[in-house]
Structures are given as C-alpha cells and as structure tokens.
C-alpha cells in the first residue's frame, strides 16, 4: 500500500488515508523538499524533480527521503497523539473481555492442554517436566495436582510457553481453570494492542490500526487458542513482537543513516559525501531494536522450534529493508555496504542473541539433577565431542532425539489437517465437545451441545486469503516494502509447512502467522479507504465500505461465539454455525 497510508490531520480528516513515502516510488531518490521558486520543475504533488546536490545530501533531505514526515508518534498532532495509544488499548479492552469472561469454563482439560497445562504445574514444582500417573487429569481437574510422579517426563517442545502458562497457575494456583487459562488470554489480549500499534505504524492511519485491532480481536481462531492454553499463542505472540521491533529498527536505522551520512556531507567542501564515503556507507552502530528482535526471536525458538524459519524470514528482511535504505540514500556500492555493514551486524544482533536467549530457557533442566537425558553425557562418552560439557552435550542429544519425534510424527488423528486446507478453514480442530443431557448441567432443552471449535471468522480469513494475491501484485508491480513484509512474514509461518507432507499436522498451527494475515486483509482495507487527497465523495464511500465490512465480521464474530466459548447451547444451533462437513 505503498500511497494508502495517513499523515498527520485534523480530527476530521483521521477516518481517511492519505500518501506516505515509499521505497520504491519513482522519485524517491529526488528531493521531496518545499516547492521551489516559480518556473522550477515540479512532479504532480508539487515536489522538485530535481534537487542540488548539496541540498539531497542534508540530515533533512535524507530523512524525508528515507522515512518521510511521520516518524513517531510525536510527529501527530497534539489532537491525534492520545489516539494513537488508546485505539490500541480500547481494542485490546474489547479482545480481553471476550477471552477473560467465562475463561475457567469448561473446567477440563480440553485437547492438549492435558499435556502443556500439567508440564506447566511441573515447572512450578522442580523446573523441568515430570511424569504423571494414569488418569492424572481427573486428579489435576479435582485440584489435586500432588499425585505427580518424580521421575522425568520425556517432552519435545521447548520452555517458554509452558513457563507462561506456569505463571497463571503461580498467580491463581494450579486448581483454577481461570489460572491455568491465564497466561494465554493475557498473551493473546496484549498482541491485539501490539497489532494495532504495528498497523498504525506501517499504514501511518489511526483508522487503519483501529481495524487491525478490531478484527483479531473479534476473530474466532485467535480467540479460541487465546482461551486455552496451547503453546501457539506464545509463539504467535513473540514472533509479532520480533516484527514489531524490526520495524522500530527499519525507522532507527535510516534515521542513523540520514544522520552519518549528512554529517560527512556538511564537513565535506561541496556539501556533498566524497565518493569513498559514498561508496559503501557509514557503519551505523549498535542497532538496540535489533537485539530486541533477537531476544524475541529466542523466546519464540524457545516456544516451539518453527519459530526457526521466522528467524530466518525475518532476518533477510531487514537486511532488504538496509539494502534500500542505502540505495535510496544514494550510495554507490549499496550492495556491498549493505552487506558488509548491515547484514553481518544484523546475524550477529539476531543470531547469536537468540542462540544465548534460548539456552537460558533452558535453565530450569540445567539446574535439575533429574530431568530428562540431563546425565546422558556422563554415561556415554565421546572421544569427538568430549570437550564440550557434559550438561551442553546431553541438551544437543535431547535435541536430536525431538529433532527425529518431529519428523517421525505420521500418526492419524481426526481432526489433523494439510496446510493447503488452513486458509479456507478447511479442517478445524475439535478442541471440545458435550452433549448434556435434558436436566443435567444447565440443559433444559431435549438435546444441548457445548463445544470449542477453533475456526476462524470466516469472512476475515477468506478474505485474507484473497487480499494475500492482491499483495503479491502490489509488491510486484508497485514494489511496497509494507505488502512485501507482510507476505514475508506469513511465507515463514505457513511455507515451511508444505516442506513436510506426511507430517501431522493441524490448523490450529496458523495461529502464529494470522496476525499478518490480519495485516494484508487491513492493507486491502486501506485500498478502500483512499488517500486523503482523494474527492470528499471517494473518501466517504470508502470509509462506509470499510466500516460495513468491520460491522459484518464483527455480527459474524457473535454468531460463531458460542461454539467458540463452549456455551451451552441446543444440538440444531450448534448445526446451523458448522457451515462445512468437515468442521464436525
């Protein structure tokens, strides 16, 4: 959406899009300057064509050319500035009210929180996982989680969901539903808030944030993985945050930029970089959001490891986002300095950051003297590998052993579910269902149904799904770096999938790349919300299109909630919400 976007307006001029800069626009190498003097070449928007030398290489120029007028909040006016924090609090008031209300019910453990909810209580215990005894859910439902075993329990996930979900069960106790919910409803509430923030900071449109907030708030999959607690809403959660963070880096960075390189111009004779400087660029320092991205990116990894190909993703994004940032700025040898000076800089502040995040979530097995394979090493020698610790040496083993369950994992199960089938709802997961009888919990009616399904808003996600082929040719054809991050970050959370055909799967796994998918269907939205330069009739007629759409998936969203929620509602309205056969 590289002209959907808004800049700074009267109060009554926030509900339509306006032109921002982008990367890829024709004269983004020109000066975007003040008009100059009458009988100056000027392009449609009333910018030179053609700017002096010493006037493209100023801190100024540089800037509007690299970022353009908006770079943080503060640059809003005063007006606009408390919205630009309470459109995301007010959305991400509407998504907790509809995860925590009734978040303890059903008081169960329903599909596999059987396994995360009681390693979570083991980790409160002793750090790492432990075994349970048969029938230990009826026991951990009743509140009496004491029955857990002390022998290790062999898990192939990594810490940190389960860490998350531990903490509910700390601050409510590990007998409540509601406690051990917690962690997951507090995740899901905050990346609402985080999401409306990244969509006004992408589009530059309060309205557009305002959206994006709105329909993950309302959409049933996120909700329903936010209500129970899974490990994927933790991931989903720390891979936004890595995004988002990036996305500070992108503005931090072409901010450095334009500074270095209009110092060395201003104390250059001619006001303009000499062609060494020129010819890869400034370094341009310790990049702290970058290494923030990292640490996310650790925990994501330290979540579940399909976070991996995020990382990867992610990292040849940024490193695009520098390539451009220097050749808009005009250095000669964009590439190579790229390279040189942002793209190792940039492994160095992911990689390795997220490598030592990781191995610290790992402390609780560190620190066990029982946990599983924790003494592997000391039983099994290597003449090879000797020099490394033992402790280090039986996690790498640990690895491998999950490494090949992950691959192995070829079982049956009914509800799994190919990833051709995610994006048109194909195969939902069953996460809950009951059938009380008359007289019994509440049902007063001849048959009562109380289920969790986790299907998506329908009209949300087969929209998304059409808005992904119009950012394919938006980035094409007018080359948006925000339509081709968007498609980067959903080709490293659905993509991969494909790479393994026999493996398990199921469709609760999209939950970790459909806040972007969220952000493409915004992206189509601001499409249809115009620019502010657009006729008072355009911009009306699309801000009403907007808002019928948000008001209809929003009807939608109440008419799923029940089989969202496991209310208790009659078998003939359960049937009239499965609108496909393979959702039963």
Same mark, same amino acid.
């Given at each position: ?80 500035r408390l919205w630009f924090w309470l459109i995301p609090a007010l959305t991400a008031v509407l ?80 007998? &409540? ?5 917690? #962690?997951?409803? %507090?995740?899901?509430? /905050? ?6 923030? @990244? *969509? ?105 490891? &399909? ?5 990867? #993703?992610?990292? %040849?994004?940024?490193? /695009? ?6 050749? @808009? *700025? ?29 191995t610290a979530t790992w402390t609780g097995w560190f620190r066990s003297s029982n946990a599983y ?212």
């Open positions: 959406m590289g002209n959907v976007t808004q800049t700074p307006m009267r109060p009554a001029e926030a509900g339509s899009a306006a032109s921002a800069p982008d990367d890829a626009s024709p004269d983004r190498t020109r000066h975007a300057g003040s008009p100059g003097p009458a009988g100056t070449p000027r392009n449609l928007e009333g910018h030179r064509w053609i700017s002096r030398p010493d006037d493209a290489f100023t801190v100024e120029a540089l800037t509007q050319r690299l970022i353009g007028n908006i770079r943080s909040w503060r640059d809003y006016p005063a007006s606009l998504g907790g009210i509809l995860r925590f209300v009734r978040l303890d019910d059903p008081h169960n453990l329903v599909f596999d929180e059987t396994y995360y909810v009681k390693d979570g209580y083991s980790f409160l215990v002793s750090g790492y996982e432990r075994a349970w005894p048969d029938k230990a859910n009826d026991a951990f439902i009743a509140g009496n989680p004491g029955v857990l075993l002390e022998s290790p329990e062999y898990v192939v996930h990594p810490p940190v969901g389960k860490w998350m979900i531990a903490a509910g069960m700390w601050l409510f106790g590990p007998e &409540s539903s509601f406690g051990w919910r917690f #962690g997951a409803a %507090l995740t899901g509430t /905050l990346s609402i808030f985080l999401l409306a923030l @990244i *969509a006004q900071k992408m589009f530059r449109s309060l309205t557009l944030g305002a959206v994006a907030g709105v329909l993950l708030a309302v959409d049933g999959h996120h909700l329903v993985m936010s209500r129970t607690s899974l490990l994927d809403i933790f991931l989903m959660f720390w891979v936004l945050a890595a995004f988002g963070a990036l996305l500070m880096d992108r503005d931090d960075g072409r901010r450095r930029l334009a500074a270095r390189l209009g110092r060395q111009a201003a104390a250059s004779p001619g006001g303009v970089p000499s062609r060494l400087q020129l010819a890869a660029g400034p370094w341009l320092g310790i990049r702290w959001w970058r290494l923030a991205a990292g640490v996310c990116l650790g925990l994501a990894v330290g979540t579940k490891w &399909s976070a991996l190909f995020f990382m990867a #993703g992610f990292g %040849l994004l940024t490193v /695009l986002w520098d390539l451009s940032a220097r050749r @808009i *700025a005009g250095v000669h040898g964009w590439i190579t300095g790229g390279i040189l000076k942002d793209g190792i800089p940039a492994f160095l502040s992911i990689v390795p950051v997220a490598a030592l995040v990781y394979f924790r003494h592997w090493a000391e039983t099994n020698p290597s003449a090879e590998w000797g020099w490394l610790p033992d402790s280090l040496r039986s996690l790498a083993h640990y690895h491998l052993e999950a490494y090949k369950f992950h691959q192995g994992l070829t079982a049956d199960h009914p509800y799994e579910a190919s990833a051709w089938s995610w994006l048109v709802l194909g195969r939902p997961t069953s996460f809950f269902y009951e059938s009380p009888k008359q007289g019994t919990d509440g049902c007063e009616l001849p048959s009562c149904t109380s289920a969790i399904l986790s299907v998506g808003n329908p009209l949300i996600w087969w929209s998304a799904a059409i808005c992904l082929v119009v950012l394919l040719f938006w980035w094409a054809g007018r080359r948006d770096w925000r339509a081709g991050a968007i498609l980067a970050a959903v080709g490293a959370g659905y993509l991969p999938w494909f790479l393994y055909p026999e493996r398990t799967m199921f469709f609760f796994y999209a939950v970790s790349f459909e806040p972007f998918l969220v952000l493409a269907l915004t992206y189509c939205l601001g499409l249809v919300l115009g620019r502010r330069t657009d006729p008072l009739w355009r911009r009306r007629s699309g801000l009403f299109l907007v808002a019928l759409f948000v008001v209809a998936a929003v009807l939608l969203s109440a008419f799923f909630y029940p089989v969202w929620t496991a209310e208790l509602i009659s078998y003939q309205d359960w049937r009239l919400r499965m609108w496909m056969p393979s959702w039963i």
